[in-house]
């Protein structure tokens, strides 16, 4: 089966620029999740999708921060503005169920510098 | 709250050497525990799970058991191999907590020849 589609895979933007990012999941997965990874750290939730339903996006900066998840099931990702620190790499996640129990599938990332 | 410590890397060892990566967690409920590997340019992938206390996650020769009285999931591999270099992950998810994931720091292994 086809994995969790991202891109673009890498993205280079002045500082106070937009950027939007794109996930496609796996086929069927209901739940979707934005992580930001920065470098020497492990994955941090931002947002996480039941259908078209946000679950938890407690950790989203929304002042600069926002995502959508139409119709179920691709979702973007956007930053605007973006701020140096927000140089890291945004991971998709998809899983078939809530991920108690089961494996989030994950793409291969966008990797996001800011000058 | 919920959080997961790694031991800190990098770890570099010679081929065919016994691996152990440790790794702690803290939880407000009853997680499952999960190892997560990413091989150098690709994305994360489930390495083995764990859903309750004295289970072994197994793959690829790579062991992990869940110890509830330590709050331990290390990670372990008798014989490393070249193409096992890469950064390894622990992760809890927690119903409690919506069953969110949780992520140590990643700890990252180089096997040389």
């Known amino acids: 089966e086809a994995g969790v589609a991202q891109s673009p895979r890498y993205k280079i933007i002045e500082k106070r620029q937009s950027v939007a990012f794109w996930c496609n999941p796996i086929s069927g997965h209901a739940t979707l999740y934005w992580y930001q990874q920065i470098l020497g750290q492990g994955p941090k939730l931002l947002i996480q999708f039941q259908n078209n339903g946000v679950v938890d996006d407690s950790q989203l900066p929304k002042d600069r921060f926002s995502a959508e998840r139409l119709k179920g099931v691709d979702s973007t990702l956007k930053i605007q503005p973006a701020k140096l620190e927000d140089s890291a790499v945004y991971l998709c996640a998809s899983s078939s169920g809530t991920g108690y129990f089961g494996e989030q599938f994950f793409g291969p990332g966008t990797r996001l510098t800011v000058l | 709250g919920n959080s997961v410590t790694q031991m800190e890397g990098p770890v570099t060892l010679s081929e065919e050497a016994f691996l152990t990566i440790n790794c702690t967690y803290t939880a407000t409920g009853y997680p499952s525990l999960f190892w997560y590997v990413q091989y150098p340019g690709e994305g994360l992938q489930l390495l083995l799970k764990a859903t309750k206390a004295d289970d072994k996650g197994s793959n690829k020769g790579f062991e992990a058991t869940y110890r509830k009285e330590t709050t331990s999931f290390h990670l372990e591999k008798g014989s490393v191999q070249v193409s096992d270099s890469a950064v390894y992950f622990c992760?809890?998810?927690?119903?409690?907590?919506?069953?969110?994931?949780?992520f140590g720091t990643g700890t990252s292994l180089t096997v040389i020849p």
């Open positions: 992760a809890l998810s927690d119903l409690d907590t919506g069953n969110q994931f949780y």
